[in-house]
């Protein structure tokens, strides 16, 4: 197992090598003078050439990535263009609420896909499995940005009975306040991923019960609840991939719903700095993002042989 272990990280480090290659690259790329936020506009050539040394943009591409991952590295992520302040501490202040509300996304997201899917996969062809279909194809086919909007004016306009934006403010805010500000971003958030899972959870639940060995518990004389126990024994290494890789799109995917209902996460940053063309706080972001994207696929690429030890011994 610690071979394995092993060997999933060093494939991550490359992996990891080449999001910070893309990532400062295509940053690069943007059109637009991120210059032009900290610039009179009558600026003089000696004002630019300074400015453009302060933050190391007067150097090669190649130079400027060195620096850039060499800092990195060392935790430094440079310092925002357009507010001053250290990229790393903007990053630190909005990346708590992002987890917050992804951990809250996920837990609904999750919780109802695999619940309906578990069922729908047991009721092939019933009208239960038509209905959790139907539910999981809305869920992953209307846009989040809108279906935020439509309970925004349903739930905060109309009926008055979640806030419809911000986090909250005061520390003396009880947990069940902060909830209230959570709950139209998560459910937004929660959305697609319950359609992706529900979808992957009855396909593999239909799949699993097809197959000789669901029989062979059944003419052993196995009672239908410690079938159902085999089946999602062998269900849960695929779908905990699937599940894994949803949790990465819910906190690198979030930057429509945190815009929509101005939650102060990194989406809302991200959205931010792509308007002012904040490059420092864009690569940063971006990289932060990715970076959880990839820890959290390791993640599962080491919990998945603990499930099922066949995928260990491939």
């Known amino acids: 197992m610690l071979s394995y272990i092993l060997k999933r990280i060093a494939y991550a480090i490359p992996v990891s090598f080449a999001v910070s290659l893309i990532c400062f690259s295509l940053v690069q790329l943007a059109p637009g003078d991120p210059l032009a936020l900290v610039l009179p506009t009558d600026a003089t050539q000696e004002m630019i050439n300074a400015t453009k040394a302060r933050y190391g943009l007067d150097k090669p591409l190649s130079v400027q990535y060195g620096y850039w991952l060499w800092n990195v590295l060392q935790g430094d992520f440079g310092t925002s263009i357009s507010t001053g302040r250290s990229v790393a501490?903007?990053?630190?202040?909005?990346?708590?609420?992002?987890?917050?509300?992804?951990?809250?996304?996920s837990l609904i997201g999750f919780t109802v896909g695999t619940g309906l899917g578990l069922i729908a996969g047991y009721q092939v062809g019933s009208p239960v499995d038509k209905v959790a279909s139907a539910i999981s194809i809305s869920g992953v086919s209307i846009p989040n940005y809108w279906l935020g909007i439509v309970l925004v004016v349903i739930f905060?306009?109309?009926?008055?009975?979640?806030?419809s934006m911000g986090a909250g403010t005061g520390s003396d805010m009880t947990l069940l306040e902060r909830l209230r500000f959570m709950v139209l971003p998560a459910v937004t958030l929660a959305a697609a991923p319950a359609g992706i899972v529900t979808r992957s959870v009855r396909a593999l639940v239909a799949e699993k019960l097809s197959m000789e060995f669901v029989n062979a518990l059944r003419a052993k004389g196995l009672t239908e609840p410690q079938i159902f126990a085999h089946v999602v024994k062998n269900a849960a290494p695929t779908a905990l991939a699937v599940i894994g890789v949803q949790m990465g799109y819910l906190m690198a995917g979030s930057i429509l719903v945190e815009t929509v209902f101005s939650w102060?996460?990194?989406?809302?940053?991200?959205?931010?700095?792509?308007?002012?063309?904040?490059?420092?706080?864009?690569?940063?972001?971006?990289?932060?993002?990715?970076?959880?994207?990839v820890s959290l696929n390791l993640l599962v690429d080491i919990i998945q042989p603990l499930l099922d030890p066949r995928i260990r011994r491939s």
Request: glycine fraction near 12%; aromatic fraction near 8%.
């Open 156 to 163: 905060s306009v109309n009926l008055n009975l979640f806030p």
């Open 264 to 293: 102060p996460g990194t989406g809302l940053l991200l959205n931010g700095a792509i308007l002012q063309r904040d490059i420092p706080l864009l690569q940063g972001t971006i990289l932060v993002l990715a970076m959880f994207f």
């Open 89 to 105: 501490s903007e990053i630190g202040n909005a990346i708590g609420y992002s987890l917050a509300l992804a951990g809250l996304a």
